[in-house]
């Protein structure tokens, strides 16, 4: 089992720039591939970016590319998501998630999910 803990989120104004942290407990992260999701109101969970085990290969929504970065640091079992150029699009809940396949991007592929932190960009 892997317990996954988000943090980072909160308000913020077009252009600002805001860093999520997903923090993992119960097994190492290094067997898993990390991922972010977002799910806005009335919307599907959409992929956002993922990690490989290792840090060296990441995959982005294209959406995103230029503005996210996805890296995580398996000596402290941790995951982060740093944001850049936010715009009023990118509001929704941020999750990060595990699972033990690279390039995923469907939310059934993973495993293990957080509770969520709240992202919203004003205008």
């Known amino acids: 089992q892997v317990q996954l803990v988000e943090s980072g989120g909160g308000l913020v104004q077009a252009g600002g720039s805001l860093t999520l942290s997903c923090a993992a407990s119960g097994r190492t992260l290094s067997s898993y591939c990390m991922g972010w999701f977002r799910q806005a109101p009335g919307k599907e969970r959409q992929f956002v970016a993922a990690?490989?085990?290792?840090?060296?290969?990441?995959y982005y929504l294209d959406s995103v590319k230029g503005r996210f970065t996805i890296s995580r640091d398996n000596a402290k079992n941790t995951v982060s998501l740093q944001m850049n150029s936010l715009k009023p699009e990118d509001t929704a809940v941020y999750y990060c998630?595990?699972?033990?396949?690279?390039?995923?991007?469907?939310?059934?592929?993973?495993?293990?999910w957080g509770q969520g932190t709240q992202v919203t960009v004003s205008s």
């Open positions: 998630a595990a699972t033990r396949s690279w390039a995923q991007v469907r939310p059934t592929a993973y495993d293990y």
């Open positions: 990690v490989s085990w290792s840090g060296g290969s990441t």
